[in-house]
């Protein structure tokens, strides 16, 4: 059938973040007419308000520590503060480079894009603007945006979430960040560099919550040498204004007084109002439920990233948005196994891991079943250097493969690369100790771990 657009396309595409953007490429990609609908910017939340201004941020940071401790290494040099106009020119120059980057390989692809808010209308088309566009295929991808808690209101200037912490003019004196996950942990670093005076409210008992305990423990001590202060296991109960800024009330009756308050609590799915119910899509708490090829209900809608209920990375949506292009385009594919998908939190130290924890380990295969090895940083010499500390945590099944990998440490986010393999071909510690890692290079941590869990230590002391 033809569009109103006067065009027939093999998928419709609303929502041009990480997750319609990847299967818009690919589809492409494979032979396909793809129409693509965004109504901010190409690229959404991870390119504008996520991944990408978030590291700039972190590294400046980092930039900053290390000017402030060249001492320690024997340079000589004067911190004299933060320009955060100057942070932000850097931060939006990277961002706006990638853009037009992202653009152009869009434009390159024939891939039609449309500017403009879309709704789904029936169960093969989407409006925007009083035009239909219909498809054999829609493939919904709207992502997510931040979320509160009931009653506590985001003014957007003393109370923020993360999209205006990400353009504050100022660097403040103090905040608390209410939530101690990723998005938390991650501001609260970058701040602490800057000189922000940081404390953290978690309900949970520990930061990185999700991550293996081990992790989440090394990054609080971490961060209790950072400075950073956190309140654990305490749940926020109001916070009001004073003459200089917020202060927050816990349960435990504990009260911080800062500059602001940075709601960093989760973000929540985008689909009100947008048709999908009405079109029969299943739903649950607003997000669209699929089964593991990211199916609907709907025979011919799928749906992707942060709008569905896996993990909310950028690299899932990526992942799902190509699995579901090549589904449609007829190809095999095979479901994504999430504990395989690499995490890692960006902060100093880095958090990152893939497959599972000790404790899910354990409920899965039973404690009598389980071996870890936690490898610490203290013997490798490429993390002395960097003066780094922290550790490599292999889980593995008793005479089996590696099941987890979990690492606390200064640039552990580019290693968890090797471990993604590890986990992911289901190598054996006997396996991975055969490799010869670089001398002195922070990955022989991970050989190091291998080596000791096949009953062969090198480096490491009884
Ligand atoms: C502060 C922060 C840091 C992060 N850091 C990382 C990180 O380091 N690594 C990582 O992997 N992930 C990170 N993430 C998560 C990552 O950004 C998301 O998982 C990813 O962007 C999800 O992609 P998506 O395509 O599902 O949704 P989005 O990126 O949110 O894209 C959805 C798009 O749909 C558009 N849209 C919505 N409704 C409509 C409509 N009706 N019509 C037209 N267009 C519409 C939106 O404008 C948006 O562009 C971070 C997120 C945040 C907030």
């Not at 990408?52 to 004067?78: C, Y």
Request: net charge negative; charged share 20%.
């Amino acid at each position: 059938m033809a569009n109103d657009a006067g065009a027939v396309f093999d998928v419709v595409i609303l929502g041009g973040g990480s997750g319609g953007y990847a299967c818009a490429l690919r589809a492409a990609e494979l032979g396909m007419q793809v129409v693509l609908i965004e109504k901010g910017k190409l690229g959404g939340t991870c390119l504008h308000q996520g991944c990408i201004p978030t590291k700039a941020l972190l590294h400046a940071g980092e930039v900053a520590d290390q000017t402030r401790e060249s001492e320690q290494f024997g340079v000589k040099s004067t911190f004299e503060g933060i320009d955060i106009a100057a942070v932000h020119k850097y931060k939006d120059g990277v961002v706006s480079r990638l853009f037009k980057g992202l653009t152009g390989l869009i434009a390159s692809r024939k891939i039609t894009v449309v500017e403009g808010e879309g709704r789904l209308v029936s169960p093969t088309a989407v409006e925007v603007g009083g035009t239909r566009y219909e498809g054999r295929h829609v493939v919904l991808a709207t992502g997510s945006v931040p979320k509160s808690l009931p009653g506590l209101e985001i003014d957007g200037n003393r109370i923020i979430n993360s999209d205006h912490a990400l353009v504050l003019d100022r660097v403040p004196a103090s905040a608390v960040i209410l939530g101690g996950g990723v998005i938390g942990v991650e501001f609260a670093s970058a701040w602490k560099s800057f000189g922000v005076d940081v404390t953290i409210v978690e309900a949970l008992p520990h930061l990185v919550p999700v991550e293996d305990e081990g992790s989440s423990k090394l990054l609080e001590r971490a961060f209790r040498k950072r400075g950073i202060k956190f309140e654990l296991g305490s749940r926020f109960s109001g916070v009001e204004y004073t003459d200089s800024g917020v202060r927050v009330s816990l349960e435990n009756g504990k009260q911080v007084e800062a500059e602001l308050l940075l709601v960093a609590v989760g973000r929540g799915p985008v689909s009100a109002g947008l048709g999908y119910e009405e079109a029969g899509v299943a739903m649950d708490r607003g997000y669209v439920l699929v089964d593991e090829y990211c199916r609907t209900n709907v025979p011919t809608i799928s749906a992707v990233g942060d709008l569905i209920p896996t993990l909310q990375l950028a690299h899932v949506g990526f992942g799902e948005g190509i699995l579901v292009a090549e589904r449609i385009a007829g190809l095999q594919v095979a479901p994504i196994d999430y504990a395989g998908v690499p995490r890692v939190t960006y902060c100093d130290p880095e958090v990152a891991s893939v497959g599972l924890t000790q404790a899910q380990a354990v409920e899965r295969y039973g404690a009598d079943k389980v071996a870890t090895l936690d490898y610490n940083l203290g013997g490798n010499g490429k993390s002395q250097i960097l003066k780094t500390t922290g550790s490599v945590k292999v889980v593995s099944v008793q005479d089996g493969p590696v099941v987890g990998i979990h690492m606390v440490g200064a640039r552990m986010g580019e290693l968890v690369a090797e471990a993604q393999l590890i986990y992911n071909w289901e190598a054996l510690p006997s396996e991975v100790a055969q490799l010869i890692h670089p001398h002195p290079s922070q990955s022989e941590a991970i050989g190091e771990a291998h080596l000791a869990l096949a009953g062969k230590p090198l480096h490491v002391h009884d």
